[in-house]
């Protein structure tokens, strides 16, 4: 079986025209040390380089009464509060992975300031959540053939690789596919190609990943423990 993953991101910002939503075609795998380094060396000159990314997230667990909540209508919750190279976004992304496009995994985020971490978490924990596992990650970003590749490390999960394509509706998803799929084979990497998979490489690491509980501890807690992520 061979999932997509397929989620539909909505921007904070206001649309100047009536629009669907992008869909974010991706796939995602592990790789060595050495296929890491092979695939940084190819991209590096055959690519065009984006950007460096330095990642902190606060990937909330969902609270008992929304996920226990009868009229509770996605599979999944996911709420996070993002660092990406200092700039703050709270992200919220909802449904399965393994429903169809047109009800698909959806993100919605708001831009925050940087020196409004402390207030993005006391409004999460207002709601209702304040446990959430910390994840610090690096990644390098290109673009290769109307392709966005990105190769990354996740402290206590390794290193990986993500390729993901843009398109407007589900239609163009087959050509996404298509796109992809020749990609991973000419570069000779595997993709998780079962949700299952995916979702037990997941599991392992939030067994090894620290988990913050902000009703035990605070918010300048976590920034002095990770001081390089604030100081963009």
């Given amino acids: 079986m061979v999932i997509s993953f397929v989620q539909i991101e909505r921007s904070s910002k206001p649309a100047k025209y009536d629009h669907m939503p992008n869909i974010?075609?991706?796939?995602r795998g592990r790789l060595s040390t050495r296929e890491f380094s092979r695939l940084k060396k190819f991209m590096d000159k055959n690519g065009k380089f984006i950007r460096k990314m330095d990642r902190l997230s606060l990937i909330y667990l969902c609270p008992k009464a929304i996920k226990e909540s009868p009229n509770q209508k996605y599979d999944d919750i996911d709420v996070r509060v993002?660092?990406?190279?200092?700039?703050?976004e709270i992200v919220l992304k909802y449904g399965s992975f393994e429903e169809e496009v047109?009800?698909?995994r959806k993100e919605i985020s708001f831009k925050m300031?940087?020196?409004q971490f402390d207030e993005a978490v006391d409004f999460l924990k207002v709601l209702g959540f304040h446990k959430a596992y910390v994840q610090a990650q690096k990644k390098y970003i290109y673009r290769y053939n109307n392709?966005?590749?990105?190769?990354g490390y996740i402290k206590h999960f390794g290193n990986y690789f993500e390729v993901e394509v843009i398109v407007k509706n589900k239609k163009e998803m087959e050509s996404a596919n298509s796109k992809i799929f020749g990609l991973c084979k000419r570069l000779d990497i595997k993709y998780m190609d079962d949700l299952g998979i995916y979702q037990k490489a997941i599991d392992a690491l939030n067994k090894k990943q620290e988990l913050f509980d902000f009703h035990k501890q605070t918010a300048k807690q976590l920034i002095r423990k990770y001081p390089e992520y604030f100081k963009m």
């Fill in 24 to 27: 974010e075609v991706e796939y």
């Fill in 147 to 151: 392709i966005q590749f990105e190769l």
């Fill in 82 to 88: 993002r660092l990406d190279n200092g700039e703050m």
């Fill in 113 to 115: 300031l940087n020196d």
């Fill in 102 to 104: 047109g009800g698909g």
